[in-house]
């Protein structure tokens, strides 16, 4: 399968794109079809039956899957939206089990201090929260309330403005149930030039494999777009 636009979806017109349009396909999108797409650093994460898997990564050593030509183009600095599926399938040890997706502006840790990025953060045990890196260090945002293991919850995160993203986490496929109100954190406007995407562990502590088993499918990106 070819990662490109396969799908329309309703558009909501105003919202990043000319009045007038009636669909919005995404910029890129996968099913994991294989790993072709991806470069495994590490042992644990893994590409297997249409889902990125993170194997259970604990936080004491670099673990990721990142797409290894990019995107393909860089997302807007203002505008942007990325939905996926994620699951926790297996509940582990206690602690922040990785970094389930994050753009950035180069291939890296997601902690590397000189990086800047956007993604969600996995909270212990089981919550999810938005972080940022703006070239001086990760920052995570408030977190969610504790996910069900064993259910699968519907990811959309979003970049508002040059410094504004929000997380909101739904409990249907249609992006329509939330979970609870959408997230919000204040960011720097210098985080620019993101065109790389990667699933990560955080590697900044002791604890090693087995962790929180958990895994994204379905992964969309829109460009210059907010739902």
Known sequence: MTPWITKPIPFNIGQGAAAGSSVVTPDFETDFPNADLWTEVGTDFNIASNKANNGGAGNSSDQRLYLTSGLGFTLSNSLWSIRFTYKITTAGGGIGSGVPLYVSDSVAKPLTSSLDMIGVNAANPRQLATAYNSGSGFSAGTESSALTSGTEYYIQLQR???????????????????FQSPI??????????????????????????????????????????NF
Do not use: R
Request: aromatic residues 10%.
């Open 160 to 178: 508002t403005s040059t410094t504004a993203t929000s997380l909101t986490i739904y409990t249907d496929d249609t992006f329509e149930t939330e």
């Open 184 to 225: 919000t954190q204040a960011i720097s406007s210098s985080i620019q030039d993101l065109d790389q995407l990667a699933i990560s562990s955080t590697d900044n502590g002791s604890k090693s494999t087995p962790q929180n088993d958990w895994y994204i499918a379905d992964l969309k990106v829109y460009d210059s777009y």
